[in-house]
């Protein structure tokens, strides 16, 4: 039951306008690009919303459970915003070091959470510093969810420069890329302005995951990209 319920929230969602306006966008005919945020929502998030809902750009963001517990309130504006939302457990650890059980809680009690805070459930994770093995893909599928990784990762935590990070976003995009940041670093969020301006010059279309993806689908236990 409540599965079902789950996915009929979903659909409905899944029809409203700021979801359509993505679908328009096909990513075969068009190029497209996926900006990720893991570890959010936080205090800096607002200022990339604005951001994106300015540019017109949606982005998909990865939530960590404890955060949502903070942030309500920006967890359910970016999922009403159009922005594309997946689970990133609820305290970040390294998922393979972990038992079944423990795994398996991180990962549903962070879907109730987000279901809670966005009335959509996510039907994608990704395991915190990228920290994965069959396990863990196996134990995803059984909480339904698709294993989401990365084409290119910017390193913001490390480098925290906004020069360097703009350079870096620059250098590893790609057609139906998908790129990790997060919206926790500072210099990320002041860099995005000149990240955006700079790709759509290229001719990018910022894409959310879901919508890079279209045609192939979102399968649980499956790792994209
Ligand atoms: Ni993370």
Known sequence: MLIQGLLAVSL??????AATTQAKIDCAKVKCLALTFDDGPGTRTPALLDLFKKERVKATFFLVGKQVERHPSIARRAAAEGHAIGNH????????????????????VTQEIIQAATGQAPKMFRPPFGHTDDRVLELANQAELAQVLWTGTTLDWSLRDAKKIKASVLRLAKRNGVLLMHDTVPQTVKAMPGIVNELKKRGYH???VPTLLRGKGLESGVSYP
């Open 89 to 108: 457990t609820y305290s970040h650890p390294s998922l393979p070091t972990r038992f079944d059980e423990d795994i398996l809680n991180e990962l549903q």
């Open 12 to 17: 409905v969602l899944a029809g409203s306008p």
């Open 206 to 208: 910022l894409v959310t």
